[in-house]
């Protein structure tokens, strides 16, 4: 049922039916006069006091009777001078509670209407001691970011009212001790991104994203602290000044990036040790963001809006992942962490960002999310065994200081890819094609920026590369020309 909102004395109502009530007949031929209906109350008192009164949202009814006609409609009124009319028996009052006041007396006038007009001379009333009740805030602690978060903080949260959501006026948020910041109380997903930093001391700002918005809606909001514990804390107001009390997120740690280059790892511990190592070699200052570790604590509840905002402060990204699945607890997707990544991947490069991945594919691999997000159409299909051999290796298909890459062992289940139509072929595996195999062996392709095809922004690897680095120096080159050299623009 559909709630009303009472304002001083004003009543809109819903609804709504009517109620026939038969009139007994009269002996043929005797003319009196038309008599008035009476009016009832489903309640006839309500007798409560402190905090045992009513919330403002009430559930009424009410029926009329006529001894000499039939009921046609009712007028309601809250001062029995101003009346409006329904044909409803029952109806939800949302009463205003006086702002500044948490209690209030406010009296239901109902009078019945006979078919020949004839209105209830007495009308029935009742007086609702009502009592305001707080509204409630509260952030979901189970979907806010986690661990060490790279610049962007991304929170759920609900706004509750017991006499009705309708009476909610406003919401506002701080971190720490910073200040209170007014925020619209139905957008129930908060992401914060730091702001440039304007050099000195440990105070840090941000600006506000409603939902999956692209811009933001504040910005300048205080409070934060680098390197440090940070709370967020949310609290809401009622339309009579009622203010819940103020819920607080899990402490988390946020830290500015430090770099241009984010290293991204949805790799086993070792394997993303062994990428530090070569990034390190080259004397490179990079982020990381260890999708892994820590049994996933800092993995984006979020992909979007969080792990897209954490892109959008880098200029370069290396992403590095397996064929392993994982959920997605917002859609529900079981999927290799590539595809999940991948829209706000596709995004990251569509407006200039330059990222080099490498990744493998399992043989039940779907590739909806990859297709149109990297420069690959799908990967080769065929019967029989495809291996590649400690003697073999990848070999590049572009002039520059590209280093063939070799095996330190014999590879199995190696996916070569089939390239857009937009791709450019990088690296070929010389494969050993087993019991009829068939297929290219294009594993490697890159993808000129269409903002100026004079750029290389897109380098992709349908391989896992440390499975090829028997050469660490080998590796080191490849990261070098491909991360400092070609996209260096």
Known sequence: M???????????????????????????????????????LAVKSIERSGPDRLNSKV????????IDGYVTGYELSLDGQNWKYSQSQDSTFLFAIPAGSDTADITLYVRAIDNLGAKDESPASLVFPLKNAPPIAEIEHSS???????GVLTYRWSASDPDGNETIAGAEIRFNNGTWYPIDPKQSMLTFVLEPDQGGGM?????????NALQATQSGLDGLVENAANILQVRIQDIAGAQSAVDSALSVQVSRPSS????????TSAVTAQYK???????????????NANSGESRPYFWNPTFRHILSQYSRVLTVTNSDNALDPVTGATQPLLAHMAQALQSFTSQGGKLMTSTAFGPNTDFSPFVGSFPMDGIVTSSGQVRLVPDSALVPQVSGSYPDLHPASILIGISPLVPSADAELFYRAQLTKLSGWQGDNVVGVRRKYLGNPAHINEVFFSIELHRVASSSSDMEDLLEQILVYDFNW
């Open 2 to 40: 559909r709630g009303i909102q009472f304002s001083s004395f004003y009543l809109a109502l819903l609804g709504l039916g009517l109620l026939a009530v038969a009139s007994p007949s009269c002996d043929r031929g005797e003319a009196i006069d038309n008599r008035a209906p009476e009016t009832h």
């Open 59 to 66: 559930n009424m009814s009410w029926y009329g009777t006529d």
């Open 260 to 267: 241009d280059l984010l290293f991204v790892s949805g790799q």
């Open 144 to 150: 806010q970011s986690l661990g060490n978060a790279l």
């Open 277 to 291: 190592g070569w990034l390190d070699a080259l004397s490179l200052t990079y982020d990381v963001l260890d999708l």
């Open 203 to 211: 105070g840090t700002t941000a600006s506000l994203f409603y939902g």
